[in-house]
């Protein structure tokens, strides 16, 4: 009963209460998902953000179309880095292994686009969501390909803060793999 509450929330001028709602959502969990799909605002692209925050904080796999999309093409940067993060948080073990490798290689292919993105807060976002993805797959392959891709941002990226993320990212999957 509370959802509709804290997603209403999510549209407010107030960052206070739109974190509150996020969080509360999180702690939700799953079953907030579908009415978040169903409610994210077109106009407010504040309140698309923090829908984007809540659906990547949760990690369930059927927002992982929303969260590409949004990584590729949102007009607001904050919406954009949302997603970013979001699809290195996906519960893959919520699919059947079939359907997690297909997800984990689309958002591979999302967050390697997203590499490119002219700001650099959502790069550094795409990077955050590679190192996570790398960690969290089975598929040596694909974190072989996400770490070339790391390598190349590292070697390219002219913000010195992405390219110290791109390093600690790059030290994580070494420590964890």
Same mark, same amino acid.
């Given at each position: ?12 001028? /107030?960052? +206070? %209460?739109? !974190?509150? #709602?996020?969080?509360? @959502?999180?702690?939700? &969990?799953?079953? $907030?998902?579908?009415?978040? =799909? ?5 106009? /407010?692209? +504040? %309140?698309? !953000?923090? #829908?984007?925050?809540? @659906?990547?904080?949760? &990690?369930?796999? $059927?927002?992982?179309?929303? =969260? ?110």
């Amino acid at each position: 009963k509370a959802i509709p509450t804290l997603i209403e929330a999510l549209g407010y001028n /107030n960052a +206070g %209460a739109a !974190a509150g #709602a996020v969080k509360g @959502l999180i702690n939700l &969990g799953d079953v $907030s998902v579908p009415y978040l =799909l169903q409610q994210i605002d077109g106009y /407010n692209y +504040g %309140a698309r !953000a923090w #829908a984007t925050r809540a @659906l990547a904080g949760i &990690g369930h796999p $059927s927002a992982l179309d929303h =969260l590409q999309e949004t990584a590729l093409r949102d007009f607001s940067l904050s919406v954009r880095r949302s997603a970013a993060k979001g699809l290195g948080y996906i519960e893959w073990s919520k699919l059947s292994v079939s359907e997690a490798s297909e997800g984990q290689k689309q958002a591979t292919e999302t967050l390697s686009k997203v590499l490119d993105d002219p700001e650099w807060v959502v790069r550094y976002a795409a990077v955050v969501g590679l190192q996570n993805l790398a960690i969290s797959v089975d598929n040596q392959s694909l974190v072989n390909s996400i770490v070339e891709k790391l390598d190349h941002q590292l070697e390219t990226d002219s913000e010195l803060g992405v390219c110290a993320r791109v390093k600690l990212a790059l030290a994580e999957i070494d420590r964890e793999l």
